[in-house]
């Protein structure tokens, strides 16, 4: 069994950033690539940012290249995201999600493990 608990949400300004983390708990050594996906209100969850586990490679959004960034640390099984500039239209739930497969997935399908989630408001 995986566990995954995020942290690092708040509520914050337009034009500011926060610091979202990951850690991974459990049998670990299933997990290969791990993402961040994103819900706000009324709205379907959708992809953010992956990174595969070795290079590693990654992959954001549109919405949010070069704004925000995605790393691990795989000897602190942990991945984080690191937002900058944020846009109200940020506000949502963000989720950290765990795959078996190696690539740096796009799809919410791809993924076996996911967090409860961490609420980022990003006021205007």
């Known amino acids: 069994q995986v566990q995954l608990v995020e942290s690092g949400g708040g509520l914050v300004q337009a034009g500011g950033s926060l610091r979202l983390s990951c850690a991974a708990s459990?049998?670990?050594?299933?997990?290969?690539?791990m993402g961040w996906f994103r819900q706000a209100p009324g709205k379907e969850r959708e992809f953010v940012a992956a990174?595969?586990?070795?290079?590693?490679?990654?992959v954001y959004a549109d919405s949010v290249k070069d704004r925000f960034t995605i790393s691990r640390d795989n000897a602190k099984n942990t991945v984080y995201l690191q937002m900058n500039s944020l846009k109200p239209e940020d506000t949502a739930v963000y989720y950290c999600?765990?795959?078996?497969?190696?690539?740096?997935?796009?799809?919410?399908?791809?993924?076996?493990?996911w967090g409860q989630g961490t609420r980022v408001t990003v006021s205007s």
């Open positions: 999600a765990g795959r078996q497969g190696a690539g740096a997935a796009t799809f919410s399908t791809d993924y076996d493990y």
């Open positions: 459990g049998l670990t050594f299933s997990i290969s690539a």
């Open positions: 990174i595969s586990r070795s290079g590693p490679s990654t």
